[in-house]
């Protein structure tokens, strides 16, 4: 490639940055990558909340109490067993109750207790006296968080937020010229057809990437705020927990590189932009139903191989369903990341082929 070939195509870059960035009917993009760091910032809220309201409930013990306190509690135990190891219930519930029977004039009280160690909280269940049930709860945990994250990642995110954020990006890249009657100054200017989609196309990555990288970074940072510090300490400096939210980075800018390829190939070869995004929407929902061959053929296939939390599925979980949530056949990380570049490269090689022997015809667009 001459450098001036390499002149024009950041010209270009510099010329359509500023306009995906800004143009009025991509917005919606926004609010897309935005969605799902307002969920994590809301849990992150309602969290933090109940982790307050366990350390004000711990403040009013009548002494300090600890997890082995509170799991030392069983059924059958009377009301003043579990004073003399609790002390006195910062919150209490009683009512009463017609014991069973329709003749029966039997009064049953029936007591609800609730204490708390800062961080565990533990509700105890009483009639007539005796404990007949107890709930021991704690707050969210860093590895469910992680896990909640990786789901919401793989279902919501790459396949929805990323593919449709994407679709709106580099469909419009030339499609957007056309409705705008405009492409004809790119194809009178002295600047090859292939050059002038290379820098499309590396303009839209670049816009697509800030956006949804951006929106990647402040998830981690949402979902971290409602962790532990001391926890959230440990997996980052002695767990991998950098390493996690680069491979997260990462995989967010390989879904840009693959549905970019293919939806600015669409926008050069299809006039209406539902009909290809749902076919590709549909064959990527498939992939784990596909042949093994057919698998590879696919972005999503490469992208969940390189997620570094596999979601578990339920032991009640439909086998079906099981098998859209695993991913029985991961491949490593070079040949998932060489396959990302190789099929988005093929589909930009075939594109050049078509943009060099597109006309434009602004009345019948």
């Known amino acids: 490639m001459t450098p001036v070939w390499w002149a024009q195509i950041i010209a270009v870059i510099r010329l359509e940055t500023k306009k995906t960035f800004f143009a009025k009917r991509g917005l919606w993009v926004y609010l897309l990558a935005l969605m799902p760091v307002v969920l994590f910032l809301g849990h992150a809220i309602v969290v933090g909340h109940q982790n307050q309201a366990r350390v004000r409930l711990a403040s009013k013990n009548e002494r300090p109490l600890t997890h082995q306190d509170l799991a030392g509690i069983a059924n059958g135990m009377t009301r003043q067993e579990v004073i003399q190891r609790l002390g006195k219930t910062p919150v209490a519930y009683s009512w009463d109750e017609r014991g069973d029977g329709p003749n029966s004039s039997r009064i049953v009280v029936h007591d609800t207790y609730e204490y708390s160690d800062g961080v565990f909280e533990l509700y105890i269940r009483m009639e007539g006296g005796k404990v007949t049930g107890t709930t021991l709860g704690d707050g969210e945990t860093l590895g469910e968080d992680s896990m909640v994250f990786a789901g919401v990642f793989q279902f919501f995110y790459l396949r929805l937020a990323v593919f449709f954020g994407c679709l709106g990006i580099f469909m ?194």
Request: charged share 10%.
């Open 172 to 365: 419009n890249l030339f499609r957007g010229e056309l409705l705008d009657k405009s492409l004809h100054f790119y194809f009178l200017a002295p600047i090859r057809r292939d050059i002038l989609m290379a820098g499309k196309y590396l303009a839209g990555l670049v816009a697509a990437t800030v956006i949804f990288t951006t929106s990647t970074a402040l998830q981690i940072i949402a979902l971290a705020w409602s962790v532990d510090p001391n926890a959230l300490n440990a997996y980052l400096y002695h767990g991998h927990g950098f390493a996690d939210g680069l491979s997260y980075l990462g995989i967010t800018l390989l879904a840009c590189v693959g549905y970019g390829s293919f939806f600015l190939a669409a926008g050069l070869l299809f006039r209406n932009p539902i009909l290809p995004a749902a076919g590709v929407l549909i064959w990527e929902a498939l992939n784990p139903f596909l042949p093994a061959v057919l698998q590879k053929i696919s972005i999503i296939y490469y992208l969940k191989s390189l997620c570094p939390v596999e979601v578990p599925a339920d032991p009640g979980t439909h086998p079906l369903v099981a098998l859209f949530i695993s991913n029985p056949d991961p491949i490593s990380a070079p040949i998932a990341i060489a396959g990302v570049i190789m099929v988005s490269l093929l589909v930009l090689f075939v594109s050049s082929f078509k943009v060099r022997r597109m006309e434009i015809n602004y009345t019948t667009e």
